[in-house]
């Protein structure tokens, strides 16, 4: 016994990797007696998005005279528009990440599967006497196990990423409002917004809602979801009449 807990502790790179399996075991502990994951997991997307928004603002006159006589059309010249776009690729670490599938599944689970085949490459390695004899400089072993961590974890969380899909870890489907009626709960006009409700599987449902054309609609009047506005989460209504 004295010679195993000497081993979890010596060389070095056993001292870190041991602490560090030892506060993800106090960490699962806490977990399993608050009720789950849920509430200590880190809800990572490290799916890359690229959003554009180009407003085109082009105030043009078109009052005026073109004489032809004062029209030079040159074919030999092209004109060329940006052609180069610049996108942000995600950093090595995010892709690092995402190979790992961390957004697929729990952070903390692929975190502490990383750690276990870290712990366990540690232990193995320092058996060999000259990563022993390395004494402080042993702790680069860390690095390369690190790498071959990372590959197994890939693995290993292949069919937690399965079993997690098929049981719905991502949630439910957002729901499509488009064409639903509900109740207006509050009076809206052109710039002012309000709130109405909408039942959904027997469930009422509380949604932001703006008028579509302008026109003012009470509270207490049906109204009809059109579209959702595309840079916030705000719907469109109109009057049922």
Same mark, same amino acid.
């Given at each position: 016994?004295?010679?195993?807990?000497? =081993?979890?502790? &010596?060389?070095?790179? &056993? #001292?870190? @990797?041991?602490?560090?399996?030892?506060?993800? %075991?106090?960490?699962?502990?806490?977990?399993?007696?608050?009720?789950?994951?849920?509430?200590? *997991?880190?809800? @990572?997307?490290?799916?890359?998005?690229?959003?554009? $928004?180009? *407003?085109?603002? #082009?105030?043009? *006159?078109?009052? %005026?005279?073109?004489?032809?006589?004062?029209? $030079?059309?040159? =074919?030999?010249?092209?004109?060329?528009?940006? $052609? =180069?776009?610049?996108?942000?690729?995600?950093?090595?670490?995010?892709?690092?990440?995402?190979?790992? &599938?961390?957004?697929?599944?729990?952070? @903390?689970?692929?975190?502490?599967?990383?750690?276990? !085949?870290?712990? #366990?490459?540690?232990?193995?390695?320092?058996?060999?006497?000259?990563?022993?004899?390395?004494? %402080?400089?042993?702790?680069?072993?860390?690095?390369?196990?690190?790498?071959?961590?990372?590959?197994?974890?890939?693995?290993?969380?292949?069919?937690?990423?399965?079993?997690?899909? &098929?049981?719905?870890? =991502?949630?439910?489907?957002?729901?499509?409002?488009?064409?639903?009626?509900?109740?207006?709960?509050?009076?809206?006009?052109? $710039?002012?917004?309000?709130?109405?409700?909408?039942?959904?599987?027997?469930?009422?449902?509380?949604?932001?809602?703006?008028?579509?054309?302008?026109?003012?609609?009470?509270?207490?009047?049906?109204?009809?979801?059109?579209?959702?506005?595309?840079?916030?989460?705000? !719907?469109?209504?109109?009057?049922?009449?």
């Amino acid at each position: 016994m004295t010679e195993i807990i000497h =081993h979890l502790f &010596n060389p070095l790179p &056993n #001292a870190i @990797m041991s602490v560090l399996m030892g506060i993800t %075991f106090i960490y699962w502990i806490f977990s399993a007696l608050l009720g789950g994951f849920d509430g200590f *997991d880190i809800d @990572m997307d490290v799916n890359p998005e690229i959003d554009v $928004d180009i *407003d085109i603002d #082009a105030d043009v *006159d078109t009052d %005026f005279d073109l004489q032809q006589s004062h029209v $030079d059309i040159t =074919h030999d010249k092209e004109v060329e528009v940006a $052609d =180069h776009v610049d996108v942000r690729q995600p950093s090595i670490f995010m892709q690092i990440l995402e190979f790992m &599938n961390v957004g697929k599944i729990p952070f @903390m689970i692929v975190l502490t599967i990383f750690k276990f !085949f870290t712990w #366990a490459g540690t232990l193995l390695t320092t058996t060999i006497p000259k990563v022993v004899n390395l004494g %402080f400089w042993s702790v680069v072993i860390l690095i390369p196990l690190s790498f071959i961590a990372i590959i197994l974890t890939h693995y290993a969380t292949l069919p937690l990423v399965q079993f997690l899909k &098929n049981t719905g870890y =991502h949630g439910e489907k957002a729901i499509d409002f488009i064409g639903k009626e509900g109740v207006m709960l509050s009076s809206i006009t052109a $710039d002012k917004q309000g709130n109405m409700e909408v039942v959904i599987d027997q469930d009422p449902i509380k949604i932001l809602v703006q008028s579509t054309d302008g026109n003012q609609i009470k509270y207490g009047e049906k109204v009809i979801i059109i579209k959702k506005c595309d840079k916030e989460n705000i !719907f469109q209504v109109r009057r049922i009449h």
